[in-house]
């Protein structure tokens, strides 16, 4: 691919305000910032939303637990999502990819997604790939957009991966950020604990697998905050030290 390739996952939590409503602003920011490093590297985005956006548009509050309903959500959501980064993105074409469990452990699949993602780079689009949520199946999925960004890096041997979320990084007990991480022991996945919220899925155990999948394949691993100004920036083009590292 020529330039180096950095796989960057923003989590719903970056994209919606307090009620779970798409916030522009929000999309605004974190776009900006993607955009400045597709400048430097190639870059694929992984963004979660979808069904939380579609939450916002039913002017739902709670998340549904049936699965027919949260791929209906998913269905409405994803198209308002796209569209929010298209709002933002004056240098190139928004490209969306919906991807299945099933398309990374295909060997034609998972070739004709990396043909595609080459092509797409060669065009200077901006890419999103999501889970196709409207088709998976609780015992055939991903199970949260971490652990796929995770699967997408390793496929396409990025040479980084950022975890954008809503707090600092990975904290100890205290709330003390751990800056690196160079095993994931039984004290680090008993610290990490799922999220309550109603608009999102995942949390901090879904980020330790993703990072333990990523530092098996030697793929550096961050989480950041995406709520504090330019992190992304800070830690990809100004190589400052932010957020937890993944050591590898």
Same mark, same amino acid.
């Given at each position: 691919m020529g330039r180096k390739l950095i796989v960057v996952k923003v989590g719903s939590s970056i994209l919606q305000d307090e009620n779970g409503c798409l916030d522009y602003a929000a999309v605004q920011k974190i776009t900006k910032q993607l955009l400045l490093i597709r400048n430097e590297y190639s870059l694929v985005v992984v @963004? @979660?939303?979808?069904?939380?956006?579609?939450?916002?548009?039913? +002017? &739902?509050?709670?998340?549904? +637990? =049936?699965?027919?309903?949260?791929?209906?959500?998913?269905?409405?959501?994803? $198209? *308002? &999502?796209?569209?929010?980064? %298209?709002?933002?993105?004056? %240098?190139?074409?928004?490209?969306?990819?919906?991807?299945?469990?099933?398309?990374?452990? /295909? $060997? +034609?699949?998972?070739?004709?997604? +990396?043909?595609?993602?080459?092509? &797409?780079?060669?065009?200077?689009?901006?890419?999103?790939? /999501?889970?196709?949520?409207?088709?998976?199946?609780? =015992?055939?999925?991903f199970g949260d957009n971490d652990i796929l960004a995770a699967t997408v890096a390793v496929l396409l041997s990025a040479d980084q991966l950022v975890l954008v979320t809503n707090v600092s990084g990975f904290a100890d007990e205290f709330g003390d950020l751990i800056s690196e991480i160079k095993v994931i022991t039984p004290y680090l996945t008993r610290l990490a604990s799922l999220t309550d919220s109603q608009f999102r899925v995942g949390g901090m155990i879904s980020k330790l697998k993703a990072g333990e999948i990523a530092m098996a394949h030697k793929i550096s691993t961050y989480i950041i905050s995406g709520k504090e %100004?330019?992190?992304?920036?800070?830690?990809?083009? =100004?190589? *400052?030290?932010?957020?937890?590292r993944f050591v590898v």
């Open positions: @963004s @979660s939303g979808a069904i939380a956006t579609g939450m916002s548009r039913q +002017k &739902l509050l709670k998340r549904p +637990k =049936e699965l027919a309903k949260l791929q209906a959500l998913a269905a409405i959501g994803q $198209p *308002k &999502l796209i569209s929010a980064y %298209d709002l933002f993105v004056n %240098d190139g074409p928004v490209a969306q990819l919906l991807v299945s469990y099933a398309d990374f452990h /295909n $060997p +034609k699949s998972s070739n004709n997604f +990396k043909n595609t993602i080459e092509e &797409l780079i060669g065009i200077n689009a901006f890419i999103v790939v /999501n889970e196709n949520d409207s088709t998976a199946t609780e =015992e055939i999925s %100004d330019n992190r992304l920036v800070e830690l990809v083009l =100004e190589h *400052k030290r932010v957020g937890t």
